[in-house]
């Protein structure tokens, strides 16, 4: 699909420099702008890429003045960077513009599906689904028993919603996602065999949540596992049965999450970081990539290590720690002194 500099600078409410007519079909760096491509200058550092670009259409901030010739036409906004967001989001939105019922797929009966749904092909819908307006199901993905999805709402190709789920409007589940899965729940007995205890409940995820390619989220064991509002969850995160996330929280790739935890709201979780079960973590905490949290936080802390210590503890003794060859080199040499001098 083309867009020519004048219906761009449409969507943008920008001013152009340059050629009017000028068409592009791609986004591009700006340092490996090719014709045809739109590109973008907002950190002064590449401004010297402006002067090279090959790129057809440049968007700049209304402040920029040309200091040599220019081959790209520019489109001049307040602010380049929101400017290029927004264009993004509505090429996504064109990108992802898909309607219809592809075959073959299989929606039962008793399912309700609202209007301008896309539902691609070998896709499945269980019994007593409800499906709002809008709503975009990639090809292979599953959708169980009686969940119910809001309006607008993704699911790209090879998502899994087990049955009894819940998951909200304006929402973006990724390729591989299984929201539902049972919670990791096993009783030993008296021989030391474990015996599987029944996950009944299910997964709540609220509104404008957005998880990640290859996440799981397990249902819970009674009652339900529940995603707040706003919540952004990476790749390949594991989140348990009986998990409470604050809204607007964050969490990066590879983090787990064990059973019965609650972490509060606009929380900052890094890569990596393992949370124990049947903990408190409370709201605006910051946890470093990496990190071991095996007891309750408070709120507005900032933690890192395994086992976590405050930010500030732990660069303290991180410096310690990065001199202990050397402070046992001096202890032996003062030992070694001490027992000469006897």
């Known amino acids: 699909m083309k867009f020519t500099a004048q219906q761009i600078a449409g969507i943008l409410e920008g001013d152009i420099i340059g050629d009017t007519e000028v068409e592009v079909s791609k986004l591009s760096k700006i340092e490996e702008g090719t014709e045809g491509s739109l590109t973008f200058l907002a950190n002064p550092k590449y401004k010297s890429y402006i002067y090279s670009t090959e790129a057809s259409i440049t968007i700049v901030n209304k402040s920029f003045e040309p200091e040599q010739p220019l081959s790209t036409t520019l489109i001049k906004v307040d602010d380049a960077y929101k400017a290029f967001s927004k264009l993004l989001e509505y090429y996504n939105q064109i990108k992802l513009n898909k309607h219809g019922i592809e075959q073959p797929s299989y929606i039962s009966e008793s399912a309700t599906v609202g209007e301008d749904v896309y539902i691609g092909a070998f896709s499945y819908l269980g019994d007593n689904v409800v499906i709002g307006d809008n709503v975009k199901i990639f090809p ?71 998880v990640g390619a290859a996440t799981t989220i397990d249902r819970a064991t009674l009652g339900s596992t529940i995603i707040r509002r706003g919540v952004k969850l990476d790749n390949q995160i594991q989140i348990a049965h009986n998990v409470e996330v604050g809204k607007n ?66 660069n303290k003794s991180y410096v310690h720690f990065k001199n202990l060859p050397k402070t046992i080199k001096r202890l032996n040499d003062i030992e070694k002194k001490l027992n000469g001098h006897n």
């Open 140 to 210: 292979n993905s599953y959708v169980g028993d009686n969940v119910s999805i809001g309006h607008n709402t993704v699911l790209f190709a090879g998502v899994k919603i087990y049955s009894e789920c819940i998951i909200g409007k304006d929402c973006v589940i990724n390729s591989g996602a299984i929201i539902g899965a049972d919670g990791f729940g096993f009783a030993p007995n008296e021989k030391g065999e474990y015996h599987k205890v029944p996950q009944i409940g299910n997964v709540i995820i609220e509104d404008y949540v957005d």
């Open 249 to 314: 929280t964050v969490i990066a790739a590879q983090t787990g999450v064990a059973g019965s935890t609650k972490i509060g709201e606009n929380c900052q979780i890094g890569g990596q970081v393992g949370i124990a079960g049947h903990i408190s973590v409370g709201n605006n905490v910051k946890i470093q990539a990496q990190s071991g949290i095996g007891r309750n936080i408070k709120d507005n802390e900032a933690i890192q290590g395994s086992p976590a210590l405050t930010y500030g503890d732990f």
